[in-house]
């Protein structure tokens, strides 16, 4: 599957990637800063989903979730948490 991505702001890709790497490290997974997608495999092996490199069409839309979501979520909480202390430093 092709990764559609398209981020609108120039550099944002960069910015989303290391925060990804920060917010798993925080989570306890070992985080390679050469190869940080393979902390997904090691969290989706804590969860007990059968992710592997290349062709997951597999496993379910739950599965997915499980490790799409427990990432995500994670972002976004620290992403309200960052734009909260932006909007503090500006009163």
Same mark, same amino acid.
């Given at each position: 599957?092709? !990764?559609?991505?398209?981020?609108? /702001?120039?550099?944002?890709?960069? +910015?989303? %990637? #290391?925060?990804? @790497?920060?917010? $798993?490290? &925080? %989570?306890?997974?070992?985080? !390679? /800063?050469?190869?940080? &997608?393979?902390?997904?495999?090691?969290?989706? %092996?804590?969860? *007990?989903?059968?992710?592997?490199? =290349?062709?997951? =069409?597999?496993?379910?839309?739950?599965?997915?979730?499980?490790? *799409? +979501? !427990?990432?995500? +979520?994670?972002?976004?909480? @620290? $992403? /309200? #948490?960052?734009? &909260?202390?932006?909007?503090?430093?500006? %009163?």
């Amino acid at each position: 599957m092709a !990764n559609n991505n398209h981020y609108l /702001v120039p550099g944002a890709k960069k +910015g989303m %990637q #290391q925060l990804k @790497e920060k917010v $798993m490290a &925080e %989570q306890g997974y070992n985080v !390679n /800063v050469n190869r940080p &997608e393979n902390a997904k495999y090691e969290m989706a %092996q804590d969860l *007990g989903v059968p992710l592997k490199k =290349g062709y997951n =069409g597999d496993i379910t839309a739950k599965q997915a979730g499980k490790i *799409g +979501g !427990n990432i995500g +979520g994670q972002m976004v909480k @620290e $992403m /309200v #948490q960052m734009a &909260e202390n932006s909007l503090k430093n500006k %009163q």
